[in-house]
Structure formats: C-alpha cells, structure tokens
C-alpha cells in the first residue's frame, strides 16, 4: 500500500473549455466512471479501498433497531476487531505498529461512516483523541507507559476537554491539576457543577482511563490549560476509582454505539509523571517549564496538534453526503409516479424538473467539498509528516479546517434531509439508512468545534491577512489604496455598471450565459465578494482599534454576523478553487467536459443564493442575475443524462449502502407493474376508465 501523496506525481495539463468551446456544446455519451473513480480516491486509493473492502465485511455493519446497551457493545466489539485488523495505528511512530503516515491514517478513518458513523466517531474518540493526546501532547516517557495500550484497546480511553459550562472556550474549563510537592502528584480536581466533563466519547462505561484538560497550578501559578492522564475506572470491576465519579448521558439524537459520559474529579492524585509534558513540565520540586514561553501561544499550539478531527469530520460528512445522494439519485431513476406524456408508462421521478433541481445540485457541492476535502488532507499531511511544519503552515491548515468542517457538515445534513424527502415514505424507513444517517451526523455541527464559533476563527484571520496587505505601507500609500478601493465601490454601486452588462449582453442572451460559464467570470464574483466583505467589516471595526475594551467588544458583537457571512462565502470559494483545480486531473475529454459542467453548476449555485448581494453591490445587472438561473436550469438539463454515472463514481456497492431502494428492488417493482398493465392491454382485458366511456 502506498504511504506517499500521488499528489507529487506529474499530470499532463489539460485546457479548461471555456465559452466558444465547440466541446461544451457536444453530445456526450458518458462519464468513464472508472476514471473518475480513480480522481474521486484522491491521494490515498489504494489505502481507500482497503479500507472500504473491510467495511463490506457485515461485521462492521450497524443493525437496526438495536437496543442502546447492544449498539455499544457491538461497536465496542468491532472497535477491537478494528484494533486487530483494520491498520488504524499508521499515524502512530513504527514502534507501535505504525507507518507515521498521518493522511493515510485520516483517509482510511473517513471510510468507517460507511458501516456506522458510531464505530467512525468512537474509533476517532480512541485513537483520534485519546491515543492521539498521549501522542501529540506526551513525549517519549508518556508514549512509552501508555500509548501501546490506548493503540490495543487494553485500555478503552476518553478525550476529557469539553465542559458542562465551557464547550467550545477551552481556555476558560475549570477543573484544575495542582501539584504537591511534598508528595510529587498533581491533584485534580472538579471545583463546581459547571466544570464536569460532559459529552466524552467511552466516558458512559467503557473507558477505564481519560486525557483530562485541566488548568495546571504550581506554586500559586496558573499555567493554564494542559493535559493529564488519569485512571478512572478498576479494569476489573468496572467500578469508578476513589474520588471519580461520573453519569451516563444516555440516549441521544443519534451516534448512540458511543457511550458519552460525564466525569467529575474530588481531589484525586495522580503521578507528576502523568503530566503529558511536550509544552510544559513541572519538576520535582514544582518549578514549570515549556519550550514556548508565551501562554496564548503554547495553549494554541497545544489545540493545533489535535486539529485531525476536524480534518476527518470534514471528511466523514462528505462521505455521508454522498451514501444519500447515491441512495436518492438511484431511487430518483428508478421510481416512477404520475404519467406523463405516454398515456401508459408513468414518469421516472428524476426527470421532473424540480427533483433535479433538488439533488443535481447538492451533488454538485458534494463533488466540491470532496476536491477541498483533499487538498486539506493534503495539507494536514504535509504539517504532520514534518515535510512543511512551520508555525504559518500550522495557522493555515488550522484555518482550512475550520473553514471546510462547518460547510461539509451543514451540506450533509441538508443533503441527507433533502435525500430523504426525494424519497418520499421509503426514505422514511430506517432500513433506507437516510434517517439515521441524518440523526448521526447532526453532533458534527457542533463537536470539534461548534461551526459558527469556527467560522468566527476563520473571519478573524481574514480580517488579520486584510490588516496585514497595510502594515508595510506609509501613510500616504494607505490612504490612496483606501481612496482606490472606495472608487471601485462607488463605481460598482452605480447604474453604469451594470448598464455596461445590459449593453454587452442586449440581443444575445448566450452571451451572457457564457460570460457566467467562463472560470474567470466565476472566479471574479467568487473572489470579489469575499475581499468586498472583508474590507467593509475591517472598515466598520477600525474605531475598536482605540476604544475601550468594552465599547471594542460591543463593535466587534454588532459585525459578528457579516463576520461569519464572510467566513462562509470564503469556504465556497475554496471549495470553487480545489474543484476548479481537480479538473486538470481529469483526463478523459468527456468526463472532462461533464465535471467542468458539475463545476459550474455548483459555482453558479453559490451566486444564485447570494443574488441579493451581487444586485445590492452592482456587482451583476438584473439582467445577468436572471441568467444564472436560465443558464442553472440548463446545466441542470445536461447533467440528467449523467446523474447515475456521477454516483456511481462515487464507488459505493450494496454492502456500503445497504439501503433496499437503491438495490434495485424497486427497479424490478416497476418493470413488474408495467409489464402487468401491458399484458393487460394487450389482452382486451383492461377496464375502460370512466372519463373514456363518456
């Protein structure tokens, strides 16, 4: 198997076809499925399809309608199983088992929401979190007393950060680990109700030990966040240990093979060797140190190591989006209701016009959140296999992360909503699998980062690279860039911008249609619209820059949302890039030709649900806004033929479906009731319907 990105090998370059292009206009027959297959596999295939080769194994399989307390044990079952067979330690060092093949570890993990998002989450809670804490966080005298069993599952262990009263602000959890000199052990402790660990993944009853985030206190100083190892639970008797305690948080919306807990801590002792002490240490007689002497830096240097889970996350609802779409669009060309224009052979559903305009589109995203999905496992790899770590490419893939989580998991659970009403009654059913996947991933909204606080990461650094494009330029150049760009807005909000589009596109609508296919024209608006939102909030928060703490706080809250807007908008353009820029990897002229069509239709899609904002800003005349929708609704057209081969591509067999509806089961119904009714006919046995009498 191959532990290197194919990324690095040479491809020829292949011209985009751009408006004019005889080729957009072509017949083409189909996709090459196999080809773009192999695209879709990305920079680990081989890795892929192993792993997918033992997620058809029915071991692995989520049984339905099981009880809660028989969902966790079979996931726990198959997380051993895992442990045995299914080469999750590849990012761990070769001592262990390992490759230290960090990608190669996140591509195969992702491939698990096949069997059952449990066994992916509680796999992620085992070696993403927990062992991945020891890891990342411990240095060689923690690795060496505790990492060969979290790797085993010897020791079933949980990730103890989130808080009752503080999620997503780790910086401010209360529990606390306050060392004793006089016996060299840290005490942790739970000092209120609101510092409990909550949510924690093996917490309910199976993990026996946890990595613990709790503020580090020695010699009367608060060294802020770190992280412990401490045992909670007697491997024999299952019982809590002297002062742990803890409840189970029960059933829940979905993922319930987890056992999520809560943990509470009452002055338990732990050895001060417990201290996972890569970014900080405390010796014997109670004397801290770290090698990076700031403590917002070393805190956040600390959370970047464990950003893998929101790589794989980002990675697990791409492929939830594409089992649903795989599942309605098969069903979609199966299922017929309502008879048409044959006045015996009803409609297959996806030749309606709006059931295309449901799905075809949200497979458009899908494909895009897949190419951006690999550039930031790319990216995630590069950083930790040592290749190109630096503290810039660690902010940038920080950056990355909490850009694309928040759209794939909000695009997946619109997706699998939207599958599921396109499938009507049957997509109801649990044995459809659309229900339940769509239950599962509603917790990616908010676990490894509540979405819209990570897209309020990811405008702060936008506004911090807008600030930066100043810093190196004197007064007089600032104010005159200040000057150009307020002439661009002013010339932008005017009638004779727009009335240039009206001009240029009088008499020919195509042409306007191919202005918006052009890759320029879409990269333009995609572009423009970002740099616009950013540069108008960094201009309404420059009075923060000298006000007061409070009255800068209220300034910053009153932009927040247009902050989270512009996040969101920079996310879709990255999505447009990689998608734009996976095209060349394509080498098939007709399979070229369709995902460029697949491209566009999700570019396109993006402008159409912010018309608003171009026709505010000027930034399309009203003219050119209705042609997106014309020219949507004809992309929509050339695709149909295609829709099938788009999934299929996606490389999924029944044994990674496992949805009766896209079996071909309900083929077989059809082609059973239209052979009846035609032998009917046939016959003269038919009864003539009334409105024909009369």
Same mark, same amino acid.
């Given at each position: 198997?191959?532990?290197?990105?194919?990324?690095?090998?040479?491809?020829?370059?292949?011209?985009?076809?751009?408006?004019?292009?005889?080729?957009?206009?072509?017949?083409?027959?189909?996709?090459?499925?196999?080809?773009?297959?192999?695209?879709?596999?990305?920079?680990?295939?081989?890795?892929?399809?192993?792993?997918?080769?033992?997620?058809?194994?029915?071991?692995?399989?989520?049984?339905?309608?099981?009880?809660?307390?028989?969902?966790?044990?079979?996931?726990?079952?198959?997380?051993?199983?895992?442990?045995?067979?299914?080469?999750?330690?590849?990012?761990?060092?070769?001592?262990?088992?390992?490759?230290?093949?960090? @990608?190669?570890?996140?591509?195969?993990?992702?491939?698990?929401?096949?069997?059952?998002?449990?066994?992916?989450?509680?796999?992620?809670?085992?070696?993403?979190?927990?062992?991945?804490?020891?890891?990342?966080?411990?240095?060689?005298?923690?690795?060496?007393?505790?990492?060969?069993?979290?790797?085993?599952?010897?020791?079933?262990?949980?990730?103890?950060?989130?808080?009752?009263?503080?999620?997503?602000?780790?910086?401010?959890?209360?529990?606390?680990?306050?060392?004793?000199?006089?016996?060299?052990?840290?005490?942790?402790?739970?000092?209120?109700?609101?510092?409990?660990?909550?949510?924690?993944?093996?917490? @309910?009853?199976? @993990?026996?030990?946890?990595?613990?985030?709790?503020?580090?206190?020695?010699?009367?100083?608060?060294?802020?966040?770190?992280?412990?190892?401490?045992?909670?639970?007697?491997?024999?008797?299952?019982?809590?240990?002297?002062?742990?305690?803890?409840?189970?948080?029960?059933?829940?919306?979905?993922?319930?093979?987890?056992?999520?807990?809560?943990?509470?801590?009452?002055?338990?002792?732990?050895?001060?060797?417990?201290?996972?002490?890569?970014?900080?240490?405390?010796?014997?007689?109670?004397?801290?140190?770290?090698?990076?002497?700031?403590?917002?830096?070393?805190?956040?240097?600390?959370?970047?190591?464990?950003?893998?889970?929101?790589?794989?996350?980002?990675?697990?609802?791409?492929?939830?989006?594409?089992?649903?779409?795989?599942?309605?669009?098969?069903?979609?060309?199966?299922?017929?209701?309502?008879?048409?224009?044959?006045?015996?052979?009803?409609?297959?559903?996806?030749?309606?016009?709006?059931?295309?305009?449901?799905?075809?589109?949200?497979?458009?995203?899908?494909?895009?959140?897949?190419?951006?999905?690999?550039?930031?496992?790319?990216?995630?790899?590069?950083?930790?296999?040592?290749?190109?770590?630096?503290?810039?490419?660690?902010?940038?893939?920080?950056?990355?992360?909490?850009?694309?989580?928040?759209?794939?998991?909000?695009?997946?659970?619109?997706?699998?909503?939207?599958?599921?009403?396109?499938?009507? *009654?049957?997509?109801?059913?649990?044995?459809?699998?659309?229900?339940?996947?769509?239950?599962?991933?509603?917790?990616?909204?908010?676990?490894?980062?509540?979405?819209?606080?990570?897209?309020?990461?990811?405008?702060?650094?936008?506004?911090?690279?807008?600030?930066?494009?100043?810093?190196?330029?004197?007064?007089?150049?600032?104010?005159?860039?200040?000057?150009?760009?307020?002439?661009?807005?002013?010339?932008?909000?005017?009638?004779?911008?727009?009335?240039?589009?009206?001009?240029?596109?009088?008499?020919?609508?195509?042409?306007?249609?191919?202005?918006?296919?052009?890759?320029?024209?879409?990269?333009?608006?995609?572009?423009?619209?970002?740099?616009?939102?950013?540069?108008?909030?960094?201009?309404?928060?420059?009075?923060?820059?000298?006000?007061?703490?409070?009255?800068?706080?209220?300034?910053?809250?009153?932009?927040?949302?247009?902050?989270?807007?512009?996040?969101?908008?920079?996310?879709?353009?990255?999505?447009?890039?990689?998608?734009?820029?996976?095209?060349?990897?394509?080498?098939?002229?007709?399979?070229?030709?369709?995902?460029?069509?697949?491209?566009?239709?999700?570019?396109?899609?993006?402008?159409?649900?912010?018309?608003?904002?171009?026709?505010?800003?000027?930034?399309?005349?009203?003219?050119?806004?209705?042609?997106?929708?014309?020219?949507?609704?004809?992309?929509?057209?050339?695709?149909?033929?295609?829709?099938?081969?788009?999934?299929?591509?996606? *490389?999924?067999?029944?044994?990674?479906?496992?949805?009766?509806?896209?079996? @071909?089961?309900?083929?077989?119904?059809?082609?059973?009731?239209?052979?009846?009714?035609?032998?009917?006919?046939?016959?003269?046995?038919?009864?003539?319907?009334?409105?024909?009498?009369?």
């Amino acid at each position: 198997m191959t532990t290197t990105a194919p990324r690095q090998t040479p491809r020829p370059a292949v011209e985009t076809p751009e408006v004019g292009d005889p080729r957009l206009d072509a017949d083409v027959t189909n996709v090459d499925i196999a080809h773009l297959s192999q695209v879709l596999l990305g920079h680990y295939p081989e890795l892929r399809l192993a792993a997918r080769k033992l997620m058809a194994d029915e071991r692995f399989h989520r049984i339905e309608g099981q009880s809660l307390a028989d969902h966790r044990e079979r996931v726990l079952g198959q997380l051993r199983l895992l442990a045995a067979e299914g080469d999750v330690h590849r990012s761990f060092p070769e001592r262990f088992g390992g490759h230290e093949d960090h @990608g190669g570890f996140l591509a195969r993990f992702e491939e698990l929401t096949h069997a059952d998002p449990s066994l992916q989450i509680k796999s992620g809670v085992q070696w993403g979190l927990f062992a991945s804490a020891i890891y990342h966080l411990g240095t060689e005298r923690n690795h060496d007393q505790f990492l060969a069993d979290a790797l085993s599952v010897k020791v079933p262990g949980a990730f103890a950060m989130t808080e009752t009263g503080h999620g997503s602000d780790v910086a401010a959890i209360g529990t606390t680990a306050t060392y004793d000199p006089a016996t060299q052990e840290f005490v942790v402790h739970t000092p209120f109700r609101a510092a409990w660990k909550d949510y924690l993944g093996n917490a @309910g009853v199976h @993990g026996t030990a946890a990595t613990v985030f709790a503020r580090l206190v020695t010699a009367g100083t608060d060294h802020g966040v770190h992280a412990f190892y401490v045992p909670i639970r007697d491997e024999d008797t299952m019982e809590f240990l002297p002062g742990v305690g803890g409840e189970d948080d029960g059933l829940k919306g979905g993922l319930n093979g987890i056992d999520n807990g809560r943990l509470w801590f009452d002055h338990v002792r732990i050895p001060r060797t417990n201290l996972l002490n890569r970014y900080g240490d405390v010796d014997e007689d109670g004397t801290y140190s770290s090698p990076i002497a700031s403590p917002g830096r070393r805190f956040f240097t600390m959370l970047g190591t464990l950003v893998q889970g929101r790589v794989s996350l980002d990675g697990a609802a791409v492929t939830a989006a594409r089992v649903g779409l795989t599942i309605a669009i098969t069903y979609g060309n199966q299922r017929r209701q309502f008879n048409g224009a044959s006045p015996s052979d009803e409609v297959v559903i996806l030749d309606y016009a709006e059931h295309q305009r449901r799905l075809l589109p949200l497979l458009a995203e899908t494909y895009a959140a897949g190419f951006a999905h690999e550039d930031l496992l790319a990216a995630f790899d590069d950083v930790f296999s040592g290749r190109n770590d630096t503290p810039e490419t660690r902010e940038d893939l920080e950056t990355l992360a909490a850009a694309l989580k928040p759209a794939s998991t909000w695009h997946a659970l619109n997706t699998l909503q939207v599958a599921r009403e396109a499938c009507g *009654g049957a997509g109801y059913l649990a044995e459809n699998r659309l229900t339940g996947l769509r239950a599962d991933m509603d917790v990616y909204a908010t676990f490894e980062g509540d979405n819209t606080v990570l897209l309020q990461l990811v405008g702060k650094r936008l506004l911090a690279d807008y600030s930066k494009s100043f810093k190196h330029l004197d007064a007089t150049k600032v104010a005159r860039l200040v000057a150009e760009r307020a002439s661009d807005a002013a010339r932008y909000r005017t009638p004779l911008h727009r009335a240039v589009q009206t001009i240029a596109d009088v008499g020919d609508p195509r042409r306007s249609a191919g202005q918006l296919r052009e890759t320029a024209t879409q990269r333009e608006l995609l572009v423009d619209r970002v740099e616009t939102m950013v540069e108008e909030i960094a201009q309404a928060l420059r009075p923060a820059q000298k006000a007061d703490p409070a009255t800068a706080a209220a300034l910053f809250n009153t932009h927040q949302h247009e902050l989270i807007a512009a996040a969101r908008a920079h996310a879709e353009l990255v999505q447009w890039e990689s998608f734009t820029a996976a095209l060349e990897r394509v080498t098939d002229p007709g399979t070229r030709q369709i995902l460029t069509w697949v491209r566009d239709l999700f570019g396109l899609t993006v402008i159409e649900r912010n018309l608003t904002w171009y026709l505010l800003n000027g930034r399309l005349s009203a003219g050119r806004a209705r042609t997106v929708t014309s020219y949507i609704d004809r992309l929509l057209a050339r695709l149909r033929p295609h829709a099938q081969s788009l999934v299929d591509a996606f *490389g999924y067999e029944q044994a990674h479906l496992r949805a009766p509806i896209a079996s @071909g089961a309900e083929q077989d119904r059809q082609d059973e009731a239209r052979a009846y009714y035609r032998a009917q006919r046939a016959s003269g046995d038919a009864p003539v319907p009334e409105k024909h009498q009369r």
